[in-house]
């Protein structure tokens, strides 16, 4: 199970109180009826799966109930970091950096 | 290759057992190839003897970062079945179905197909319209299943609890009688010997790390961590890794990758006669030969390719399989362990060609592939080498989330995959 850091009740918590809720940063177009079919399946369908570092959306269902969004690795399940939503993505770089650091410490 | 036989058995059985070799070689990969398979699961596998043996494309290399067999093969929980909703998945299933019957004469290879029957139970109102549903879809489609009240349940599967002071009654369930489990292992290695003494190459340990392509877009060969290996046509048969090894060629796909988890009990003696699914409650039984009972669990939430998932997944599986089958409430589970399949939007499969002439992709099985291993293998290898779908696959494009013409066997289900 994950131990999930809610940016809101600024506190970790177990999995079971988080909802998945898909990749991060998708942005539904104010122009929906100006969308073409192609245009509507990359935004509803597509996803890039990242091997690696994603970046995706929680839901603190059984917490404070909000949205927000992690940075996350997707091979070792390790989360980089949990930001409010709304906020720009995160450098990735800085983020690696910061966890083979700390790594390197401990 | 040596041919199996109760003839070769009982002269073996003379000498030791000592001349039954190598059942196929371990080559070192060719400069190029006709054709190159990416991953040694038993859907790449049976897609490559079915090159070889439908149309007689022999020049032809499956690749496999790890070992054959080494991914979700070897990590289902072996269930066959064929009763799903829709025309197309009727078709794609029960093809399978077909061609399982006779695939352990077919490859020479004892697979342990067994038709012991695959029951799904029904514990509410919503469950009992949805399985009878199917029950007459399946049957004008000419696929075997039907309606069985909860007393028939009970007399085809006797652990069943059916009191009606059961937290999950048992209203009725929906039998398949021509499903059953076969030996996952035995399906791939029974499709590797078979492909291998067609002339096919099995290279394992060995990783594509990108696709190459000519000016016109087209594919050339793969980039492996043994060197470059030239191909007219390379078909991604990588479950879990698909979207990654799609991203080499700059295709992205209608696919997240979730793990998926199971486990196996200390082995007991013959106490399960079928497999029982219910989905609702999430419980997904059956015995192996061995004796173990093979419990399927439920997906994580999120997406990974970690091969491992959290031990509250598996937990709510068995509290539901305690519930409705008491006298396995003291078995103790053994091992378990995780597999990350390829979940598409609507729950059916992709076998298609691509935006990318040459490259082709059999993946989005989800959480029930193994079933499909020879139907999918079968029409895999005739779109690769006609360039086009076999009649049973036509539906299965990648288009179809573009169009719209989706196989919704998501929403036919009405349940978390």
Same mark, same amino acid.
């Given at each position: 199970?994950?131990?999930?850091?809610?940016?809101?009740?600024?506190?970790?918590?177990?999995?079971?109180?988080?909802?998945?809720?898909g990749e991060?940063?998708?942005?539904?177009?104010?122009?929906? *009826? /100006?969308?073409? &079919?192609?245009?509507?399946? =990359? @935004?509803?369908f597509y996803r890039d799966n990242?091997?690696?570092?994603?970046?995706?959306?929680?839901?603190?269902?059984?917490?404070?109930?909000?949205?927000? *969004? /992690?940075?996350? &690795?997707?091979?070792?399940? =390790? @989360?980089?970091?949990?930001?409010?939503?709304?906020?720009?993505?995160?450098?990735?770089?800085?983020?690696?950096?910061?966890?083979?650091?700390?790594?390197?410490?401990? | 290759?040596?041919?199996?036989?109760?003839?070769?058995?009982?002269?073996?059985?003379?000498?030791?057992?000592?001349?039954?070799?190598?059942?196929?070689?371990?080559?070192?990969?060719?400069?190029?190839?006709?054709?190159?398979?990416?991953?040694?699961?038993?859907?790449?596998?049976?897609?490559?003897?079915?090159?070889?043996?439908?149309?007689?494309?022999?020049?032809?290399?499956?690749?496999?970062?790890?070992?054959?067999?080494?991914?979700?093969?070897?990590?289902?929980?072996?269930?066959?079945?064929?009763?799903?909703?829709?025309?197309?998945?009727?078709?794609?299933?029960?093809?399978?179905?077909?061609?399982?019957?006779?695939?352990?004469?077919?490859?020479?290879?004892?697979?342990?197909?067994?038709?012991?029957?695959?029951?799904?139970?029904?514990?509410?109102?919503?469950?009992?319209?949805?399985?009878?549903?199917?029950?007459?879809?399946?049957?004008?489609?000419?696929?075997?299943?039907?309606?069985?009240?909860?007393?028939?349940?009970?007399?085809?599967?006797?652990?069943?609890?059916?009191?009606?002071?059961?937290?999950?009654?048992?209203?009725?369930?929906?039998?398949?009688?021509?499903?059953?489990?076969?030996?996952?292992?035995?399906?791939?290695?029974?499709?590797?010997?078979?492909?291998?003494?067609?002339?096919?190459?099995?290279?394992?340990?060995?990783?594509?790390?990108?696709?190459?392509?000519?000016?016109?877009?087209?594919?050339?060969?793969?980039?492996?961590?043994?060197?470059?290996?030239?191909?007219?046509?390379?078909?991604?048969?990588?479950?879990?890794?698909?979207s990654?090894?799609?991203?080499?060629?700059?295709?992205?796909?209608p696919l997240e990758?979730?793990?998926?988890?199971?486990?196996?009990?200390?082995?007991?003696?013959?106490?399960?006669?079928?497999?029982?699914?219910?989905?609702?409650?999430?419980?997904?039984?059956?015995?192996?030969?061995?004796?173990?009972?093979?419990?399927?669990?439920?997906?994580?939430?999120?997406?990974?390719?970690?091969?491992?998932?959290?031990?509250?997944?598996?937990?709510?599986?068995?509290?539901?399989?305690?519930?409705?089958?008491?006298?396995?409430?003291?078995?103790?589970?053994?091992?378990?362990?995780?597999?990350?399949?390829?979940?598409?939007?609507?729950?059916?499969?992709?076998?298609?060609?691509?935006?990318?002439?040459?490259?082709?992709?059999?993946?989005?099985?989800?959480?029930?592939?193994?079933?499909?291993?020879?139907?999918?293998?079968?029409?895999?290898?005739?779109?690769?080498?006609?360039?086009?779908?076999?009649?049973?696959?036509?539906?299965?494009?990648?288009?179809?989330?573009?169009?719209?013409?989706?196989?919704?066997?998501?929403?036919?289900?009405?349940?978390?995959?």
């Amino acid at each position: 199970m994950l131990l999930i850091h809610c940016p809101y009740c600024a506190e970790e918590r177990p999995e079971t109180e988080f909802a998945h809720a898909g990749e991060a940063h998708i942005e539904r177009s104010t122009e929906m *009826n /100006a969308l073409t &079919d192609e245009g509507f399946s =990359k @935004f509803f369908f597509y996803r890039d799966n990242t091997k690696g570092t994603t970046f995706e959306r929680w839901r603190h269902i059984h917490g404070c109930g909000r949205y927000f *969004n /992690a940075a996350r &690795d997707t091979v070792s399940d =390790k @989360f980089l970091t949990t930001y409010k939503a709304g906020e720009p993505k995160p450098d990735l770089s800085k983020l690696v950096d910061d966890q083979t650091n700390a790594g390197a410490k401990s | 290759m040596r041919r199996f036989s109760g003839f070769a058995v009982a002269r073996e059985a003379m000498r030791a057992h000592k001349g039954w070799g190598q059942q196929w070689d371990n080559p070192e990969p060719k400069s190029s190839y006709d054709v190159i398979i990416i991953g040694a699961g038993g859907h790449g596998l049976a897609t490559a003897y079915y090159l070889a043996k439908e149309h007689g494309i022999t020049n032809v290399a499956v690749l496999e970062k790890g070992w054959l067999g080494g991914g979700n093969t070897g990590r289902n929980t072996t269930i066959i079945r064929s009763n799903y909703l829709f025309d197309e998945s009727a078709g794609l299933y029960n093809h399978a179905v077909n061609l399982w019957e006779g695939l352990s004469q077919d490859l020479n290879y004892n697979v342990m197909f067994s038709q012991r029957g695959v029951m799904m139970m029904a514990h509410n109102v919503h469950d009992v319209q949805v399985f009878k549903r199917h029950v007459h879809a399946n049957r004008l489609n000419g696929v075997d299943n039907e309606w069985l009240t909860p007393e028939q349940a009970k007399a085809y599967c006797p652990p069943l609890d059916i009191s009606k002071s059961a937290r999950y009654p048992v209203m009725g369930a929906a039998l398949q009688r021509k499903g059953g489990t076969a030996r996952h292992d035995a399906v791939a290695w029974g499709y590797a010997r078979a492909a291998a003494a067609r002339g096919v190459h099995i290279i394992q340990n060995c990783e594509v790390t990108g696709i190459k392509r000519g000016q016109g877009g087209e594919v050339t060969g793969v980039e492996t961590s043994r060197g470059f290996i030239g191909a007219k046509k390379v078909g991604v048969v990588a479950a879990g890794n698909t979207s990654h090894v799609m991203q080499m060629a700059d295709v992205q796909m209608p696919l997240e990758s979730f793990p998926l988890q199971a486990l196996v009990s200390e082995p007991v003696k013959p106490c399960f006669p079928c497999v029982v699914m219910s989905n609702t409650v999430h419980a997904y039984i059956s015995q192996s030969d061995k004796g173990e009972l093979v419990i399927g669990a439920g997906t994580d939430q999120y997406t990974s390719y970690s091969q491992t998932g959290g031990l509250h997944v598996i937990q709510h599986t068995l509290d539901a399989i305690c519930e409705i089958f008491p006298i396995f409430s003291r078995m103790k589970m053994l091992r378990s362990w995780g597999g990350i399949v390829d979940v598409t939007p609507d729950r059916s499969p992709i076998i298609a060609q691509t935006p990318v002439p040459g490259l082709y992709v059999n993946c989005g099985w989800g959480t029930g592939g193994f079933k499909a291993t020879p139907g999918s293998g079968h029409v895999f290898a005739h779109t690769i080498a006609k360039a086009a779908p076999h009649k049973i696959n036509e539906g299965y494009t990648m288009e179809r989330f573009t169009t719209g013409r989706l196989i919704d066997e998501a929403a036919a289900a009405a349940v978390s995959h």
